[in-house]
């Protein structure tokens, strides 16, 4: 059925829709007006999701009211965020990847074009986490974004026509492509997805104009192929060659896992990207004994030839599918006195990191979440002190009310950072898991994992909240609990007001200072996709987000899917009832006052 069903979808996509090519065609880069503009998934290089508009305060948000919406006629998870660029709202959508323009200057914001590639059904089948896309990079004229089947597209953002078109990822060794794509200078910055099916991971780099592949970097294997040159690789803890290569065991680097599907920064003065690595493969550690570098890590490289400056690993040896790829936020804080270029990192294993992004020298690192399989990070070594008894392995059994979960203090949703109150905002979830493995064989393109991993809610029975962080001081400053886990990404403005979802449909804003919570509105399907701010035509602040339950939520929640009468799946059990609040399909919204 599913087969099928992806096979009649590949069809309809061939179509075309306002200037859109089919994407199946390579087309010739052609000449489009460089207008000066970038407008990026993170608000900002910096990745701190900041809107400087302030019309929207903390004493008139309860005047938020719904201005528009439009159904995007897909059930996919709604990762991602609307791109507002001049009078244009971009939205991409998950499998199939359709891309709308919406004209804002007109009423009801018809379409100016829509764009429908034909991507590989066969993706379906094998991405992760459901069929998920983070969004689009505006850049001089252009719009940039990945397929799931392993494409990265280039689109002439005026009219919708296709401009290029990069095969970059082999869905037959399991790779896909949900993340973003992330634009510097000439560069085009992709990763893969695939840790679950034991792929290589990689970042790539593509000529802006072309699309032509101009370099490779690799997460494992030797220095050559990791792009760690002598005198310009200098991690700040660990020391020597092939550091990506002599941790693994044999040759089991060459399908370990560590991809690169999260959220990208860079920092124009330093002229380094940084990004997180995922899981190392399989799940079992026992089958790769070692501390399995550059997976769960973050990596520090020059986008115009990919070389790596610095890395540092979060969750050595991972026990619990700790992935890193989450957002890496780029700010100036002062740390023990000392003014810092930092980076801050909530990472998956319950810690936030606030480190130097000149060196990858770790600061700080304290739990944002309840955590037991660490005690704590040594800042002298860089390493967790890690709880033995949390350790897993096929040899080990079932290991009981391991917190986080493999579903993180936090996973894809981006955090964000607000100038004005120095600190970070954060969807979270509370939750703690058993966990077994089993051995497992690897065969290309399948699931490399053997794993059962069973949730049950954290310390106080909320399964979520939404948090402000002062990673200066490594301090929660409050937190707003909520009955499930907190999916969707963060939004901080300048009017006091940060924004953020949740899985059973509200749309919240609250007192950036207080936590208060000012306005909710009930959007129709739950959140796990990120909202942005706008100035509209008429000059007005906005708010936009998607609506579109599902990602790992959507694979886990039995009954939230009518359109398929074989999805008889049970509800899970830490979350039995929220088929009661939520349904998949797709919507944007647009709120204001």
Known sequence: MKSMIGLSIALAAALSFGGGNPAHAQSQPSAVRDDGQWTMPGKDYASTR?????????????????????STGVLGGHEGQ????????????????????????????PLRWKYRPRVNGAAIGIACCDVVNRGAFYANGRLFYNLLDGHTVALDAATGKEIWKTKVADLNRGETTPMAPLVVKDRVIVGTSGGEFGVRGWVKGLDVRTGNLVWTGYSTGPDAEVLAKPGTFQPYYEKGTDLAQKSWPGDTWKN?????????????????????????????????????????????????????????????????????????????????????KALVHFDKNGFVY???????????????VPVNWARRIDLETGKPEVDSSKTTGASKGTVKDICPTLEGGKNQQPAAFSPITRLFYVSTSNMCMDYSVANVSYIAGTPYLGATTPY??????????????????????????????????????????????????????????????????????GVIGNPISFKG????????????????????SGDVRSDDPDDVRPPASFMPDIARHTSQGGIVWIFGL
């Open 354 to 368: 606030t480190m130097d992004r000149a060196t990858g020298e770790l600061l700080l690192a304290e739990p944002y």
């Open 537 to 556: 035509p008429d000059g007005k602040q906005y708010i936009a987000l998607y609506a579109g339950f599902g990602g790992d939520w959507g694979l886990l």
């Open 50 to 70: 900041f809107s400087g508009l302030a019309q929207i305060t903390a004493s008139n948000a309860r005047n938020l009211r719904p201005a528009w919406s439009f």
């Open 456 to 525: 049950r809610a954290g310390p106080g029975g909320n399964l979520g909240a939404f948090i402000a962080y002062d990673a200066a001081r490594g301090k929660k400053v409050w937190e707003i609990k909520e009955p499930y886990p907190v999916w969707s990404g963060a939004l901080a403005t300048g009017g006091g007001v940060v924004f953020y979802g949740t899985l059973d449909g509200w749309f919240k804003a609250a007192d950036a200072r207080s936590g208060k919570v000012l306005y909710k509105f009930k959007v129709g399907s």
């Open 256 to 340: 370990g896992g560590a991809p690169v599907w999260g959220w990208m920064s860079y920092d124009p003065e330093l002229d380094l990207i940084y990004y997180g690595t995922g899981n190392p493969a399989p799940w079992n550690t026992e089958q790769r004994p070692g501390e399995n570098r550059w997976a769960t890590s973050v990596m520090a490289r020059r986008p115009q030839d990919g070389s790596l400056r610095w890395a540092y690993q979060f969750t050595p040896a991972d026990n619990w599918d700790f992935d890193s790829t989450q957002e890496m936020i780029l700010v100036d804080l002062t740390v023990k006195g000392k003014p810092r």
């Open 82 to 109: 609307p791109l507002v660029v001049g009078n244009t709202m971009y939205v991409v959508t998950p499998y199939p990847n359709v891309v709308y323009a919406f004209d804002l200057t007109k009423e009801g914001y």
